[in-house]
């Protein structure tokens, strides 16, 4: 079978240098370098990519995608102005929403929450919520003065469903005209409720956020039946979310702030796009390092094969046969460690979660609790662009780390390695 001169010469090398067992080393150390890093770099691009489909599957799924929120006055006729926001391109959900920050307060214990005002089908639009329901029932929050709460409330003020609690709310002053404002602190609001709900998701979600019908909240607040604080929007490009939302803000006749989910959960987006870009350099940089092992390893095999290149020389072989088959040599161990990293790379991103967890219960520890983060597990999703960047930097790495020891062999001097033989 007919093979070209230059991989002839640079398998038959590659086959010699087995006997060798210094230079055996030195490849086979660039090789195994190699693989771990193009490894490891995959499974850590996975996990990233994990973390970043958790956000948008997970947490983005319980708060709004984004908010208009009215500026000094409430959005009037909330019911067209949500159905002019629905007609934008890419909003796919838009629900009313009356925020209020406020306390609540129970056998003397007080904690501070943020009660939401909703609408019973509609918020089924733009957050899944309800799906986190652990005790009651998302509709029992149609029963009059009834609150569902997160568990870390629950767990802080030691409550449970049926318990009756005292929320201590603000006055809207905006709604009671400024000649009424004066430099005393106003007395809150107190309202009486009933817990028929605790949802359980996790992070900081649990420790402040409580629901109340819609209707229930407007009237505490002083607002008519027509009007809502803000539209909560889904749309169905969360990382695009910014530009949509400004835009369904400029199809409204009303002065509005703008506000989206990058504002308030942005710093997780950012820190897992900080942490994915520093691992990339430090891994890349490992795989240089391992991939210009093969600079020693070629150099030896060129101090060893200088009478073999003068005899090729002498032959005839052009610099180019000798050149490429010094490179080909070099790119064995690449291709090799390469091939291997790649696909034990792949093996553990798409089993990386069920793996965390073995270890989690072998050793009876947890790496990720759900009381602090949003998830707890490790989550993991190949993205195989990923894989082909890292391949084909690992062989570019390699293929530049052959490049001065093969051009070093094409400046070997027949006549005075002959003459020393």
Do not use: C
Not at 217 to 225: A, D, I, R
């Amino acid at each position: 079978m007919f093979k070209p001169l230059s991989l002839f010469i640079a398998l038959r090398y590659v086959r010699s240098r087995q006997g060798n067992g210094f230079a055996s080393f030195i490849s086979a150390s660039s090789t195994v370098g190699i693989a771990l890093g193009v490894m490891v770099l995959i499974v850590v691009l996975s996990a990233m990519n994990g973390f970043e489909k958790a956000l948008a599957d997970k947490l983005l799924s319980v708060i709004p995608h984004g908010q208009l929120i009215g500026v000094n006055t409430p959005i009037t006729q909330w019911n067209n102005k949500a159905a002019q926001v629905l007609r934008t391109e890419h909003i796919v959900g838009v629900a009313p929403v009356i925020n209020v920050s406020g306390m609540m307060q129970y056998k003397g214990e007080v904690k501070g929450i943020e009660l939401k005002g909703v609408d019973l089908k509609l918020e089924k639009q733009v957050s899944s919520i309800a799906d986190y329901i652990v005790e009651g029932k998302w509709n029992d929050l149609s029963n009059s003065n009834s609150i569902i709460i997160g568990a870390g409330i629950a767990k802080k003020l030691a409550l449970s469903v049926g318990d009756s609690v005292q929320l201590l709310l603000p006055q809207n002053v905006s709604l009671q005209g400024n000649q009424n404002v004066n430099k005393s602190f106003p007395i809150p609001l107190t309202q009486q409720v009933s817990i028929v709900g605790i949802f359980k998701f996790g992070g900081v979600v649990d420790d402040l956020n409580a629901y109340m019908m819609f209707d229930n909240v407007s009237s505490l607040m002083g607002y008519t039946p027509d009007q809502a604080q803000g539209l909560s929007i889904k749309v169905d490009n969360v990382f695009n979310a910014p530009n949509i939302i400004r835009e369904a803000a400029y199809q409204l006749d009303h002065y509005v702030y703008v506000s989206d989910w990058t504002h308030d959960q942005g710093h997780l987006f950012n820190d897992i796009q900080l942490v994915r870009m520093v691992m990339y350099i430090v891994l890349i940089i490992v795989i240089a390092v391992a991939s210009f092992n093969i600079v020693s390893t070629l150099i030896m095999a060129v101090n060893e094969k200088k009478g073999d290149i003068a005899i090729l020389k002498t032959m005839g072989a052009s610099s180019f046969v000798i050149m490429l088959s010094f490179m080909i040599q070099g790119l064995v161990n690449g291709v090799v460690g390469v091939t291997f990293g790649a696909l034990s790379g792949i093996y553990l991103a798409n089993n990386l979660t069920n793996i965390i967890r073995e270890i989690e219960m072998f050793f009876g520890i947890h790496f990720l609790s759900s009381d602090i983060y949003f998830i707890d597990f490790l989550p993991s999703y190949l993205h195989y662009p990923d894989v082909y960047v890292t391949v084909i930097t690992a062989l570019v790495l390699s293929l530049v780390a052959t490049l001065y020891p093969a051009w070093s062999a094409t400046k070997v001097d027949p006549a005075q390695v002959l003459g020393q033989l």
